[in-house]
Nanobody, 121 residues
Framework: QVQLAESGGGLVQPGGTLRLSCSASGNFIKIRGMGWYRQAPGEQRVLVAGLTSDGRTDYADSVKGRFTISRDAAKNTVYLQMNSLKPEDTAVYYC???????????????WGKGSQVTYSS
């Protein structure tokens, strides 16, 4: 099993910044990639940013230039630096990790519990 511990959500005012953190722990052989999805009320969960183990990144068009994903591989931790937040960034942000384990040798996606990010004017 893989556990994901998230931190860093909260209320942000116009022009504010937030940084989300997500750390993976448990019995895994390798983490192939980590990142975040988000889900706004009444909407589907969508990819925000992802980072593979070899350093490739992927961002939603709506956050390019404002959000940056990074990692501390030694700590199995990824960070999402969110700048210039907008009202439409309000959502629950879910950390995910694709991990190879003895049970799931082809990989399995694990999810965090979610962190609320709220833009408040």
């Amino acid at each position: 099993q893989v556990q994901l511990a998230e931190s860093g959500g909260g209320l942000v005012q116009p022009g504010g910044t937030l940084r989300l953190s997500c750390s993976a722990s448990g019995n895994f052989i390798k983490i192939r990639g980590m990142g975040w999805y988000r889900q706004a009320p009444g909407e589907q969960r969508v990819l925000v940013a992802g980072l593979t183990s070899d350093g490739r990144t992927d961002y939603a068009d709506s956050v390019k230039g404002r959000f940056t994903i990074s990692r501390d591989a030694a700590k199995n931790t990824v960070y999402l630096q969110m700048n210039s937040l907008k009202p439409e960034d309000t959502a629950v942000y879910y950390c995910f990790a694709e991990a190879v384990t003895r049970t799931f040798s082809s990989g399995m996606v694990y999810w965090g519990k979610g962190s609320q990010v709220t833009y408040s004017s």
